[in-house]
């Protein structure tokens, strides 16, 4: 049997350019679940959605997958949206799984009297035995259908006892007898991976409805897809046999599927997944590192795709570099150290109309604050650092350096070569052409002395630079 599926409704035109009937909107969804705080390696599912969406002058919904109501929270369903803001992300519409029961309820009345939903009475316990009994005949440890066998009384018996069903839906992996499955592939053009396969005889039934009625994933995702108008499904790799089964539900349900793409996921150079749970690399302990967000962004997009790895100053920007088909296969191994280069990059080319706001907040403001901003910028490895220089300018080095004798001579010496009011912008020029020749000292011997006293520290912006910004009084006020 042969299944062709995701490919009626776009055909690709060149690796960028997807043509698609003009009645579609692209819709797109990003899709937690909210039981943490997002990660890195989330931002880039959600990215992957939001520039496609760009692209393509689409729409973005953010959907929280939360039917596990005892580990899904409100409080992480709002930080993951916090999250997103501050990454440039706005999507159109949020939607919360856990008011769409009935939605569900129908979908499965729906397979029920399609007979594509089957009661199941096994026990965690009696399916493990029965998986270790069939790999020890060399069977696939497959579910084997035997709850299709059961009889009504084995039936009224188990009900008896107590034992409520869950529910399977029946993969369509058989002609006739679905005790007797036959090799089914299922196939897709993925957006990401190119041609992919899944073939439903290797998987077991997936289980659609816990014994407490409660909703395991795949049910809930397909019908959302359907009801919502999902035109594209960007997801992790780790949901490539998913889409097998969920392609199969599509059609079971009558609808027909999204396109889909699997990304690589992102991975620690030492090859460690990336965990809701442990909160490691999440996007707000990156903020709160002072990361910024398009150094994430960047990042998040960029590795493990053919562009190189680069700071990228807009979102806009980047959805122009942006392209699935170029994302490799393999786990996009990362080194976190690489944000900090990034985050430099980022506040090095800075425009000061995008940091004024944020550096009035940090207290500086006022008609230094452009040439202050343009002088320290390529020094700061956070923006936030911006406030140090502003402070140390403003009231002078924190910690007085120790200078020996002949540098404090020297530095007296210095000061009092300083030029008159008013100043020029060659100030520094001609200041430093002064002393060395009124001392001979040039090179290091004359800079890390000045810098020293000027700034408290050995290295830092451009002397020239922050000279006009303390002005001669200021400077003068740092003679030692
Ligand atoms: N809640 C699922 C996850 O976080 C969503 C997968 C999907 O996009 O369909 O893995």
């Known amino acids: ?41 989330n931002a880039r599912t959600a990215l992957f959605n939001w520039l496609f969406a760009m692209n ?27 999250d997103l803001h501050w990454l440039g992300i706005f999507p159109d519409a949020t939607e919360y799984q856990s008011r769409r029961f009935e939605i569900y309820d129908a979908a499965v009345e729906k397979l029920k009297a399609a007979r594509l939903l089957y009661a199941c009475y096994e026990t965690p316990e009696e399916l493990d035995l029965r998986r270790k009994v069939r790999r020890t005949r060399g069977l696939p440890p497959v579910y084997g259908r035997e709850a299709l066998t059961l009889t009504a009384e084995q039936v009224a018996e188990y009900q008896a006892d107590g034992r409520r069903p869950h529910w399977r839906f029946l993969l369509p992996n058989f002609t006739s007898d679905p005790l007797q499955p ?32 409660t909703y395991l994933y795949t049910l809930p995702s397909v019908v959302d897809d359907i009801e919502m108008g999902i035109s594209h499904v960007i997801r992790g790799d780790d949901h490539v046999t998913n889409t097998g089964v969920q392609l199969a539900l599509f059609q079971a349900l009558g609808a027909e599927p999204p396109v889909f793409g699997h990304h690589n996921l992102l991975t620690t150079a030492s090859g460690e997944g990336l965990s809701k749970r442990s909160g490691a690399l999440s996007i ?64 090095h080319h800075m425009p000061f109309s995008e940091a004024r706001d944020r550096l009035i907040v940090l207290g500086i403001s006022g008609e230094q604050a452009e040439p202050f901003w343009l002088a320290v910028r390529g020094n700061l490895d956070r923006l936030a650092d911006a406030a140090i220089w502003w402070r140390t300018l403003r009231d002078g080095p924190q910690e007085q350096p120790d200078f020996s004798d002949a540098d404090r001579d020297f530095l007296r010496q210095a000061f009092d070569l300083l030029p008159e009011d008013p100043w020029n912008g060659s100030v520094w020029k001609e200041w430093t052409g002064r002393i060395r020749e009124a001392t001979g000292r040039k090179g290091k011997a004359l800079f890390t002395p000045l810098r020293l006293a000027l700034t408290g520290q050995p290295s830092g912006p451009e002397l020239a630079d922050l000279l006009p910004l303390l002005g001669r009084e200021g400077t003068l006020a740092r003679r030692p």
């Open 1 to 41: 049997m042969f299944y062709v599926c995701g490919q009626a409704r776009g055909s690709l035109v060149n690796s960028k350019t997807i043509r698609y009937a003009p009645f579609m909107t692209v819709t797109v969804r990003f899709a937690p679940s909210p039981t943490g705080r997002i990660h890195i390696g």
């Open 182 to 213: 036959e090799r089914t592939e299922i196939h897709w053009n993925d957006l990401v991976r190119g041609e992919e396969t899944v073939d439903l005889a290797s998987l077991s039934d997936p289980v659609l409805m816990r014994e407490d009625g």
């Open 284 to 347: 707000e302990s990156l903020r709160e590192t002072g990361i910024e967000p398009m150094a994430v962004a960047s990042l998040a997009v960029l590795v493990g795709t053919s562009e190189n790895v680069v700071a990228v100053q807009t979102m806009a920007e980047l959805a122009e570099r942006f392209d699935p088909a170029a994302t490799s296969k393999s786990a996009a191994k990362f080194d976190p150290d690489e944000l900090f280069v990034l985050n430099r990059a980022l506040l």
């Open 56 to 82: 393509n002058k689409g729409r973005f919904i953010q959907r929280f997958d939360d039917t596990d109501v005892a580990r899904s929270t409100q409080e992480f369903s709002d930080a993951i949206l916090y």
